[in-house]
């Protein structure tokens, strides 16, 4: 199995489930642009998530995209894992918060997780670069 390729592939589909996610609320709600300023609003936290979607997830994509070309170590696939699984996490706490005012336990590990191990991977690939 390759790690580095399925991370992508789950990131990518993070992303259109996001996109697809926003449509059917936007359905839902017959509201066809924009969302309301209600942070309780299903439109308003399927908007928010796919836009932190979109903010970190081609990020982290291609740092992993690119390190799964120099054969990484094992420590380093966990880290790829653990970032995916951090942007999963945030877009489920966003999702399923009663409200964005309030932070969501998934939302905070998921954050944590995007910013520990997305770092991880930059500064491996800086690594990686200057050897």
Not at 8 to 25: D, E, N, P, W
Not at 67 to 80: E, Q
Not at 99 to 104: F, N, V
């Amino acid at each position: 199995m390759n790690i580095p390729l399925l991370c992508v592939a789950l990131l990518g589909l993070l992303t259109i489930a996001a996109g697809f996610r926003v449509s059917l609320a936007r359905a839902s709600s017959g509201i066809v642009q924009g969302y309301p300023d209600d942070p309780a609003h299903t439109l308003h936290k399927a908007a928010r998530a796919h836009g932190n979607t979109v903010e970190y997830a081609p990020v982290i994509a291609l740092l992993i995209y690119i390190l799964g070309a120099y054969n990484p170590p094992l420590w380093l696939l966990i880290c790829m894992v653990l970032a995916t699984a951090g942007r999963y996490l945030i877009w489920l706490g966003l999702l399923l918060s009663e409200t964005l005012e309030k932070p969501h336990i998934l939302r905070i590990l998921g954050s944590l997780m995007t910013y520990v191990f997305g770092l991880i991977l930059a500064f491996y690939l800086l690594y990686v670069a200057v050897i």
